[in-house]
């Protein structure tokens, strides 16, 4: 069987491109699989990657992308094409991201008191910058532009199914997978990762709230922010891994008196070394159709809290993590970090039960899920 998977964007290495790439992995073991990207990742020797020569403009590029990809790939033949949806628009399966619907509303809904300058501007910036992408969702979901849909989570499915109409028969549920051995190393190996990162960012014994992720409004880092001074322990620090604009949240630092406590570090491909260098991983997302960083947490064997609205949520045991029921109530997000950084038994146990929840997570248990997918398209 000759099957072409599609991602325009797998040197960002985040969760769909991870998925196209373990995918294609477990297919290529017993189909032709051909890998069509942009730039060609290192250190995937093992499959067989393809340039899309599409166009690559700005703000339009998703439009561009999907309809040259919708000509091009009629002239191939393929048995089977796998995409995220937007950078094709006749994929046979579709991996569905998100709800771009969904994650506009929740953009538009989030708190009026933000403490961040220019909120409404970057409503309406971030609204426009993701017009494309609505028309293309629409195109797709509207108008049954595939054979089977995979989406994250049930509140992933829902969101689909309300905004779209999409049946559900069409929609499989399969949840995303973490690198296990990526994330979970030795006592001795994390202790001296814990010394390097600490050193790094001028730190001794304070302890170290972790925050990682992109889109830093709607993934609540503004209320986490807020939260810092409210902590018991004052010499707490967090550090914030991910690329967005940092300017806005500097300012929000400097106005509240703490800027020896807040690191912004940027995009970091050894992401991995900041989780095993902190003392919790703490989440208050407003919108999440499903988070993988949650996983990499417990991976880590990181004490957590995380928002109710991270459809991971439904799949991982309630005794693994500390709900935050209300992400922009910033003295409930301080209460819950407060309980993590006390390491009392209840924490502890909390961190086991998380580690031996992830191990379900496997991308080598997740990939067969999606390939008995693919399969059944036949």
């Not at 995220?84 to 809904?109: E, K």
Request: with cysteine.
């Amino acid at each position: 069987m000759k099957i072409a998977s599609v991602c325009y964007d797998l040197e960002k290495r985040n969760a769909i491109p991870t998925a196209i790439i373990k995918i294609s992995e477990e297919l290529s073991k017993e189909h032709d699989v051909k890998v069509f990207c942009l730039v060609k990742p290192e250190n995937r020797s093992g499959l067989n990657f393809q340039i899309a020569n599409v166009p690559n403009f700005p703000f339009f590029q998703e439009f561009l992308r999907s309809l040259t990809s919708f000509f091009w790939f009629k002239k191939k033949f393929f048995d089977v094409t796998i995409s995220p949806g937007l950078p094709v628009l006749n994929s046979d399966l579709v991996i569905s991201p998100a709800c771009s619907l969904y994650a506009v509303l929740s953009f538009w809904a989030y708190d009026k008191g933000s403490p961040i300058k220019g909120i409404w501007t970057a409503r309406i910036v971030s609204t426009i910058l993701a017009s494309p992408s609505l028309l293309l969702e629409f195109l797709i979901y509207r108008f049954r532009l595939y054979k089977k849909i995979v989406a994250s989570s049930n509140k992933h499915k829902n969101e689909l199914m309300q905004s779209y109409g999409v049946p559900e028969s069409d929609i499989e549920i399969v949840p995303y997978g973490v690198e296990f051995s990526r994330f979970n190393t030795s006592a001795d190996k994390r202790s001296k990762i814990r010394k390097k990162i600490r050193k790094e960012l001028g730190l001794k014994k304070q302890k170290v709230i972790l925050f990682v992720g992109i889109n830093f409004i709607q993934k609540g880092l503004t209320h986490l922010i807020e939260s810092i001074p409210l902590l018991s322990d004052k010499e707490a620090v967090l550090v914030v891994v991910g690329n967005d604009n940092k300017i806005p949240y500097e300012g929000q630092v400097e106005k509240l008196g703490i800027g020896n406590r807040v690191f912004f570090v940027g995009r970091k491909e050894n992401v991995q070394d900041y989780f095993n260098a902190s003392d919790a991983f703490v989440f208050p997302s407003f919108y999440e159709p499903f988070g993988i960083v949650v996983l990499e947490a417990m991976a880590s064997k990181l004490p957590m809290a995380v928002s109710s609205n991270c459809g991971v949520t439904e799949f991982i045991s309630k005794d693994s993590f500390l709900s935050i029921d209300e992400p922009w109530n910033v003295k409930e997000i301080a209460r819950k970090t407060d309980l993590l950084l006390s390491n009392s038994k209840d924490v502890k146990k909390m961190v086991e039960n998380a580690y031996l929840n992830v191990k379900d997570f496997s991308w080598g248990k997740v990939s067969k899920k999606y390939a008995k997918i693919v399969e059944g398209l036949l």
